[in-house]
């Protein structure tokens, strides 16, 4: 098949026509890849700010069809449609049975470049290739861990149904997972691309009733509405933790960061209460 190949850091993605593909294996899903998102954590492979082994496909947010499965997966079969989720996790390890499957420590050894076996299901000129996050959904195909598959309805359309793969989850999962939103909450979010969207969203659904957009884009702000904003600072007019906390007069009961800059760490701290919770989403960079 032909595939866009990441060959050394800083360099154009080349395409190459000679991929080959392996039948899944034990717990693993050929999925034909329908849609994939572009993310940040794309660009951060790409430019070694997360340094995985290359050669590699990149891709970790999208959906597509069950192909072909291997022995003993039971979850999903041939013709169902599935968002990709890049947090395998192996269900065998310390994290995996304590709770916290988000942190599983093969998928985040071997299954960041490769299956949670270590190996890999691609192979070009003769040599593996690696999948990030156990998927590689830039590819037309992807064989990746049952875990990794999440069925969803059919009339969902696919383009949409990838974001849900690492944007939406990032996001929502913050608001819903992570933090502590309680009904009635202050909620500011710093930050309102795709990811800081979705903590708006999340911070809606969580019942947060004053949801303050932070951003330096009036474009993004307006969006921000869309998903459940009440308010909005503009951070390129003024000083946007004054603005932010004289809002209710004592500071955002949670504030996410979803930027990833030390600025503004310091001014998600600055703009919870006292007593508040700051939740850090963005990649420090």
Not at 31 to 58: E, F, M, Q, R, Y
Not at 203 to 221: Q, V
Request: aromatic share 2%.
């Amino acid at each position: 098949m032909k595939a866009p190949v990441l060959t050394a850091y800083d360099t154009p993605l080349e395409v190459r026509d000679d991929v080959e593909i392996a039948p899944p294996g034990p717990g693993e899903v050929k999925v034909k890849v329908v849609a994939s998102g572009v993310c940040h954590s794309d660009l951060s492979v790409l430019n070694g700010t997360i340094p995985l082994p290359t050669p590699i496909v990149l891709g970790h947010e999208g959906a597509g069809i069950v192909e072909e499965v291997g022995d003993g997966v039971t979850s999903v079969a041939p013709g169902d449609h599935v968002v990709l989720s890049f947090v395998p996790a192996c269900g065998e390890c310390y994290t995996c049975q304590h709770g916290q499957a988000y942190l599983c420590e093969k998928a985040a050894v071997q299954g960041a470049a490769g299956l949670l076996d270590g190996t890999t299901r691609l192979t070009s000129q003769g040599a593996p290739l690696h999948q990030m996050a156990c998927l590689g959904t830039y590819a037309p195909w992807a064989i990746v861990p049952e875990i990794s598959t999440v069925k969803i309805p059919d009339d969902v359309p696919l383009d949409v149904a990838a974001l849900i793969g690492c944007g939406v989850l990032t996001g929502v999962g913050a608001a819903l997972n992570t933090a502590s939103i309680q009904p009635g909450d202050t909620v500011a979010v710093i930050g309102c691309g795709g990811v800081g969207l979705n903590v708006i969203q999340g911070a809606k659904i969580a019942g947060a009733t004053t949801i303050i957009a932070i951003d330096m884009l009036e474009s993004k702000l307006e969006m921000a509405k869309e998903f459940g904003a009440t308010h909005t600072v503009n951070a390129s007019e003024g000083d946007p933790v004054a603005a932010a906390t004289a809002i209710n007069g004592r500071g955002a009961d949670v504030a996410f960061e979803v930027i990833g800059l030390g600025t503004t760490m310091e001014q998600a701290i600055d703009t919870a209460r006292n007593g508040g919770e700051v939740v850090l989403v963005g990649v420090p960079r």
